[in-house]
């Protein structure tokens, strides 16, 4: 199979990453990286994508086969589209179209988190498996939904488990209340312990280490946060019955802090379930522009 030479972007909220990669449909490498503050408007965002393609191009030794984009928010893979996003400054508009005529070679656009467990299925933690969840866990929550052996996307809306109501009644920015996310991800228990305590920290990593040290505060807010993962996994468990649910992103730098209270909790709400077996993501950060370069070669070996 002839290897590939893609340009992967991972559109971030506040950060866009991109990398030089080579390989097959089956595992991809990074060669080199750049990275750029990702603009608060649409057209210097474009900008920074073009720029970003120009640099790593010139400094590949190689033509550039494609480039894969992915992003956050609910993204319509099949037609290339940026459907909605909350943070970034994009409605319905068609990344792939938009791009390929700009750059001037074939474009596809994905959805991060989805990108990201298809690199953890094809090369990372989740590789043989036929049915489980992906599930990053930085400033938001969402998971990548690998039922049957394929990436399921429902039309770019499936796998927001972030947002599923597990009723500790917190607001939540969507507009719901309940949901996972508000205390669970990175930045809600770091941002809850500050307003517990009034001490501002630097993110999760920092109130891990304070549970660590026996902080009963930080302990408190972790444990809220395990609870919340906990019944969130309950619900993808009886959904979908998940052979293993793959930890990642920040939080899952944690380790057995995270891992080994979740077993315990989710031990204690099982009922008739399957019960998922918690791993930890294989890729680390770089898992979504990875899950790029793939979406850009299976898009080539399409045609």
Not at 45 to 71: K, N, W, Y
Not at 101 to 114: C, K, S, T, W
Not at 205 to 210: D, I, K, P, T
């Amino acid at each position: 199979m002839a290897r590939r030479h893609v340009v992967a972007v991972d559109i971030g909220g506040t950060e866009t990453k991109a990398a030089l990669v080579s390989g097959t449909p089956d595992a991809v490498a990074a060669e080199k990286h750049a990275r750029r503050a990702t603009p608060g408007e649409l057209e210097p965002l474009l900008a920074v994508i073009a720029e970003l393609v120009d640099e790593l191009g010139q400094a590949s030794e190689h033509e550039i086969d494609a480039v894969g984009i992915v992003a956050p928010g609910i993204v319509d893979e099949a037609n290339g589209v940026g459907v909605y996003t909350t943070n970034l400054p994009w409605s319905q508009f068609p990344f792939s179209t938009v791009l390929t005529e700009r750059l001037g070679i074939p474009v596809a656009f994905g959805h991060d988190v989805r990108a990201a467990g298809l690199a953890e299925c094809r090369m990372g933690a989740a590789k043989g498996l036929r049915n489980a969840v992906i599930l990053p866990i930085g400033t938001g929550i969402a998971g990548a939904l690998l039922l049957d052996g394929k990436i399921f996307s429902g039309d770019g809306y499936a796998g927001e488990i972030g947002h599923v109501n597990v009723g500790h009644g917190v607001p939540c920015a969507c507009g719901q209340i309940g949901c996972v996310e508000t205390v669970a991800s990175s930045a809600a228990i770091a941002r809850r312990y500050t307003a517990r305590t009034g001490t501002p920290v630097n993110g999760a990593a920092e109130v891990a280490s304070r549970v660590r040290d026996g902080d009963q505060d930080a302990v408190a807010v972790w444990h809220e946060a395990v609870d919340a993962l906990a019944r969130g996994i309950l619900v993808l468990a009886t959904l979908l019955g998940p052979e293993a649910v793959v930890l990642g992103g920040g939080l899952a730098l944690a380790g057995d802090l995270l891992v080994e209270p979740l077993r315990d909790r989710l031990d204690g709400l099982i009922a008739f379930q399957r019960r998922p077996e918690l791993l930890l993501a294989a890729l680390g950060d770089e898992a979504g522009f990875l899950g790029a370069a793939l979406l850009a070669i299976d898009m080539l070996e399409a045609k």
